[in-house]
């Protein structure tokens, strides 16, 4: 059968820059140059778009006086349901566009519905630098599998892979076994799309028989939209020589973080700046300490300056062992709107599943908050499958230390029968009278 065979020998994808200069400048070039696109982007983004300009008038900020970004903290954040009553009164935008209308390619419909608008310029997603760093090289025939309808994410993907000078094949999401055939057939090098689904496909790939390498010759996947299980990743990097990389980003961000060949967090995009913050007191974190992201992302067509994503993170300053001199995202850990604080830490169910992943004698189980004073008191329901009362006692120090491990919280353990589990609950139960957000 004569299938095509565009694939060359092997590339490096773990080192090199898109642009060395720019990505290893030391930390204090690296503030300069920053708080100078700064300067200028605020002052372009107030002179070119009406909402910006309110926004700045309202809380009688000057443009000029926007020269780091501690000034630019005087600004409260943004987020979506403001971006979407914005949009309610003055459509399609809300007036955020700062360049002309026909300078727009595409107009994308996200959830609220929230419009997105694409600009014409090939990098308009940031994503050039992104894919290059993540691994992805000129050349490479990649299948994209993000959905190319409503939202933006197989446009945003195709457009930063043609801008890399990347061969694309627009498949979107579904069609598994047509996915795999035509990997098999161009012989493809990249996948990029939702993490499930493509284990969906290498569980395709196993029940059709087919050798990875060999029929199959997959080098790369970048994966995203959802969180990406790491059991999985490493099983399918470790079984199949297929790189993984992550990156994080918006349908109206485009693209802000990216690792690179090291793999260890996200290197934060120098067109962007980012912030972690308390929700409380709007103020940013030190590393280390989870808080909801905010990004001012300077890019002129359609400027968003301290936009607040709605996700929790963490970041590092750390150097890392690639060269470059970034600040990186190092986890994002779910929706603000999906966790709880409790004790000051963000606590979210996905950190539940995980620690739980690793205690196979643990079954069902349940975090309840309920608050004693001032004091929050945690309680940790659990489903132990070991029934002997030896081992149902040992259960409770196990599940304790885990907690303090893994959850950096005290909790009392009492141990439930699998019964109290069979009606409907919640993972994390809060039942303090006003939840702290
Ligand atoms: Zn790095």
Redesign the pocket.
């Known amino acids: 059968m004569g299938r095509v065979r565009i694939k060359g020998p092997q590339k490096d994808r773990k080192s090199g820059y898109y642009n060395l200069d720019l990505e290893t400048m030391p930390k204090s070039e690296r503030l300069m140059y920053q708080n100078k696109l700064l300067a200028d982007f605020i002052s372009h983004a107030y002179q070119y778009s009406t909402a910006i300009k309110k926004r700045f008038d309202k809380y009688n900020i000057n443009p000029k006086d926007i020269s780091s970004l501690t000034d630019l903290q005087r600004l409260p954040t943004f987020n979506r349901h403001n971006l979407r009553e914005l949009q309610k009164n003055c459509l399609p935008f809300g007036g955020l566009l700062a360049t002309n209308i026909h300078e727009i390619d595409k107009i994308f419909v996200s959830p609220g519905p929230i419009y997105d608008p694409e600009g014409k310029i090939s990098d308009y997603w940031h994503g050039l630098k992104a894919l290059y760093t993540m691994g992805f090289r000129r050349g490479d025939l990649v299948q994209n599998c993000f959905s190319y309808h409503l939202g933006p994410g197989g446009s945003m993907l195709e457009k930063s892979l043609l801008g890399l000078g990347c061969k694309v094949i627009p498949m979107g999401p579904g069609n598994r076994e047509l996915q795999v055939r035509v990997m098999r057939d161009l012989s493809v090098i990249g996948y990029t799309g939702n993490p499930s689904f493509f284990i969906e496909i290498l569980d395709t790939i196993e029940a059709m028989n087919l050798k990875i390498p060999g029929e199959i010759n997959l080098e790369i996947a970048y994966l995203a939209g959802e969180i990406l299980d790491n059991n999985q990743r490493h099983d399918a990097e470790f079984r199949y020589g297929i790189m993984i990389r992550q990156a994080y980003g918006t349908g109206d961000a485009g693209f802000i973080a990216y690792e ?3 793999g ?1 967090g996200m ?1 934060v995009d120098e067109r962007v700046i980012l912030e972690i913050i308390d929700p409380e007191t709007e103020k940013p974190l030190p590393p280390g300490q989870k808080g909801e992201v905010v990004v001012t992302v300077m890019r002129k067509q359609y400027p968003l300056i301290r936009m607040n994503l709605g996700d929790i993170g963490i970041w590092n300053d750390e150097p ?5 001199t970034s600040p ?1 995202l190092m986890q994002i850990f779910g929706r603000s709107d999906q966790s709880v604080r409790v004790k000051g830490i963000f606590l979210h169910p996905w950190e539940l599943d995980e620690m739980a992943r690793k205690i196979p004698e643990l079954g069902h189980y349940q975090l309840v908050i309920t608050k004693e004073g001032n004091i929050d008191k945690l309680i940790f329901r659990a489903e132990w499958k070991e029934k002997t009362p030896e081992k149902q006692k040992s259960a409770l120090i196990k599940l304790e230390n885990y907690i303090k491990e893994d959850l950096r919280l005290k909790a009392k353990v009492e141990l439930v029968s699998g019964d109290f589990f069979l009606k409907k609950y919640k993972v994390i139960d809060d039942r303090r009278e006003t939840i702290e957000k």
């Open positions: 690179c060949g090291f260890n290197h890392c062992g690639c060269g470059r990186r």
